[in-house]
């Protein structure tokens, strides 16, 4: 358009010719941009998925109600329930820094014309256990679309056996399968120093969760071992991820994000999902009570 501009010598031209001349420049521009807006964002079926964390991910059933939510109802409730990792300890900033709040940028910045609320009512030192007495008021009344659960590394901490910390994850479930049947959950585990020596099997109260998760059809994301594994020396680096035993610093909750944001941009960009059926199937219970 400036070469056109330039090569055509207004000067020279009456007044007339000169509106004439712009008026054509500004329909031109106005296509321009037009097609520019018309172009649609790249389809699921050219987005090429990433597997550099394969190892740590069950994807299991597909986020079929988050993925409508977002891209038909454009608008999406998402909600974190777990313990102190999930509350982003030991974050400079755990409002901008946290796994927590990096997924949920990663969701608002990838689907900018949703309306998506986020709350996170994740809790210190608390477990499965404890969840399952606040489960109604702090999730199912918030009716979240999207649910993130992080509690495995706290029910070590409160001593349950791998099959207590699979009755009382259960428990926490299937209420919100019963209640909110399109919901869907995504489970993580996180890591501490000890466990890390257990890999590459999963610590009891995590494998108890897995069980159950498995058997469910719920996503698990093991965060905790993406970030160690990556590790060249863990006595050495220990202390750059990590402020403690257990709680990550920005450069801890960036690894766990990474790992965390592969599965999320393989289950939202790189699949179709606005034919699938949002209702998530409920199993036979699989402890011996809830």
């Known amino acids: 358009i400036f070469i056109i501009i330039k090569k055509v010598n207004l000067k020279q031209k009456g007044r007339k ?100 609320s986020v709350v996170n009512t994740a809790i210190g030192e608390s477990g499965t256990y404890f969840g399952t007495y606040r489960l109604k008021q702090d999730v199912i009344d918030q009716k979240p679309d999207l649910l993130f659960i992080e509690y495995a590394i706290n029910d070590k901490y409160k001593h349950s056996t791998k099959e207590q910390a699979a009755l009382q994850y259960e428990t926490i479930v299937r209420e919100v399968r019963t209640a909110l049947p399109d919901c869907d959950i995504v489970t993580l585990f996180v890591i501490d120093k000890e466990t890390s020596d257990l890999l590459p099997d999963l ?37 750059t991820y990590f402020i403690d035993v257990v709680h990550p610093t920005d450069a801890g909750y960036k690894k766990y994000y990474d790992c965390l944001e592969e599965f999320l941009y393989n289950s939202l960009i790189c699949e179709e999902l606005s034919s699938a059926d949002p209702v998530h199937a409920m199993p036979e219970i699989q402890s011996d009570r809830l």
């Open 17 to 116: 010719q000169k509106m004439k001349f712009e008026k054509i420049i500004c329909v031109f521009m106005s296509v321009l941009m037009l097609a520019a807006i018309a172009v649609p964002a790249v389809s699921a079926e050219a987005a090429q998925k990433s597997h550099n964390y394969d190892n740590y991910i069950h994807y299991r059933a597909p986020l079929a109600g988050t993925y409508q939510k977002l891209t038909a109802d454009k608008k999406l409730k998402v909600v974190y329930f777990g313990g102190s990792v999930t509350a982003g300890y030991g974050s400079t900033n755990a409002g901008l820094y946290s796994w927590q709040a990096l997924s949920s940028k990663w969701l608002k910045d990838n689907f900018p014309s949703a309306d998506i």
């Open 203 to 239: 610590y009891p109260t995590a494998a108890g969760h897995e069980m159950i998760a498995e058997a469910y059809n719920i996503p698990t994301v093991n965060v905790g071992a993406s970030l160690v594994n990556s590790m060249s020396d863990k006595g050495k680096e220990w202390s």
